[in-house]
């Protein structure tokens, strides 16, 4: 695995790469980005910022929403799938919120995590982009693009999380983790773009399956290339025949 200052040198050349990356995710307060959060599991982005507009013009804040009558809330998110569960989960976090925060959002990943429907990387996404306190969100694109760069070596989210908020300052945590989601989307998706991408000439991956395809032959014929190994985050290894 990478040192500190290789990491830190990887990610500022993802951020020059990438420097729009910030959360898609529409919202007005740490209330708005904590709902957004939870219902952008399993839907896109784009989705979740169709949706939300009538759900909190109807229910602005956590005591509106603690009291809603769930077949609203179910009718309102609906378009984001798996709308039950999300609606039970808006409606217990809303009030916990009220029951236990006075109906703000509290700041620490302590309390945050024991809202209901909010997980790590929820908590991560509202401390680091809601209320100023650093946050590294460690989603499935920031797992396999830092594994294939050598940033990080584990599929654990956890584990990814203290890698990087262990290599990076706490400042550049929540913006490393915008970088890595967007060069996943963008650029490493499972069949990574490499030839694109900023970060190549230190990526373990990219120099892994380059030594896999072996030097170019001579005389025009195509070389051969490398597989990636798909949605895993290392290097397809050559198959014995
Ligand atoms: S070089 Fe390829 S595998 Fe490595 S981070 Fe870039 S796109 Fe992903």
């Known amino acids: 695995m990478k040192s500190a200052a290789d990491t830190q040198s990887v990610?500022?050349?993802?951020?020059?790469?990438?420097?729009?990356?910030?959360?898609?995710?529409?919202?007005?307060?740490?209330?708005?980005?904590l709902a957004a959060t939870i219902l952008s599991a399993q839907a896109t982005d784009a989705g979740v910022n169709k949706a939300t507009p009538a759900l909190f013009a109807r229910f602005p804040d956590a005591r509106a929403l603690a009291d809603a009558p769930a077949g609203e809330v179910e009718r309102l998110i609906h378009s984001t799938g798996f709308f039950r569960q999300k609606a039970k989960s808006l409606m217990g976090m809303s009030r916990a919120l009220v029951e236990h925060h006075g109906g703000e959002v509290p700041r620490t990943m302590e309390a945050l995590v024991k809202l209901p429907g909010v997980g790590r990387k929820t908590a991560n996404v509202v401390l680091g982009h809601a209320l100023g306190v650093p946050g590294l969100p460690v989603d499935r694109h920031v797992l396999r693009v830092s594994n294939r760069l050598g940033v990080a070596d584990s599929d654990d989210p956890e584990r990814v999380e203290q890698q990087l908020t262990g290599a990076l300052p706490p400042a550049l945590w929540t913006r490393a983790s915008d970088t890595l989601i967007l060069h996943g989307r963008r650029v490493c998706k499972p069949e990574p773009l490499c030839s694109q991408c900023a970060a190549a000439d230190a990526?373990?991956?990219?120099a892994e399956a380059s030594r896999l395809a072996g030097p170019a032959p001579s005389g025009g014929a195509k070389r051969r290339k490398a597989k990636p190994a798909g949605p895993a985050t290392r290097p397809a290894t050559r198959r014995r025949r």
């Open 11 to 33: 990610i500022e050349a993802l951020t020059h790469q990438h420097p729009d990356a910030d959360t898609e995710l529409h919202y007005r307060n740490a209330f708005e980005l």
């Open 203 to 206: 990526c373990d991956f990219h």
